[in-house]
């Protein structure tokens, strides 16, 4: 869901990469144009201002991506197959280093652990309240 403006969900990011645009620019600018002993310093520190400003462009598309819950278990594989060889080995291996690395304090007792090994993530349930912006 896009931000009235029009500047997507991260506004903060987007003005801060047009910021840094502005000022790397008017500074290389200044190094061009401007009779100092010092205009190469200026020359590189605006090219590195702008160069930096990628990575507020960069923060800004990327909290602009929208992907489907659906699609994203497919891809990461989230929704692994019930009752799979691998996965059981994993998991047992799994609590023989959690075990064996962990204090004596922290030992859970077999029923919780096996009651932990059978969580699995659910969606969340649609709200009513838009959703909080993330950037």
């Given at each position: 869901?896009?931000a009235?403006?029009?500047l997507?969900r ?9 910021a ?20 190469d ?9 702008i ?29 692994p ?30 029923a ?14 649609a709200?009513a309240?838009?959703?909080?912006r993330?950037?």
């Amino acid at each position: 869901m896009a931000a009235p403006g029009g500047l997507g969900r991260c506004v903060a990011a987007f003005w801060l990469a047009l910021a840094f645009d502005a000022l790397g620019l008017a500074v290389l600018l200044a190094g061009v144009f401007a009779d100092v002993f010092f205009s190469d310093l200026l020359i590189y520190g605006g090219g590195i201002g702008i160069f930096l400003s990628l990575v507020w462009w960069v923060f800004w598309y990327a909290g602009n991506l929208e992907v489907p819950l659906e699609e994203l278990r497919d891809d990461v594989g989230l929704v692994p197959p019930k009752g799979s060889l691998l996965r059981g080995l994993v998991q047992g291996l799994s609590l023989r280093l959690s075990s064996a690395f962990a204090g004596p304090r922290s030992r859970a007792p077999p029923a919780a652990a096996a009651a932990a090994a059978d969580v699995e993530l659910q969606p969340a349930a649609a709200s009513a309240r838009p959703a909080a912006r993330i950037c």
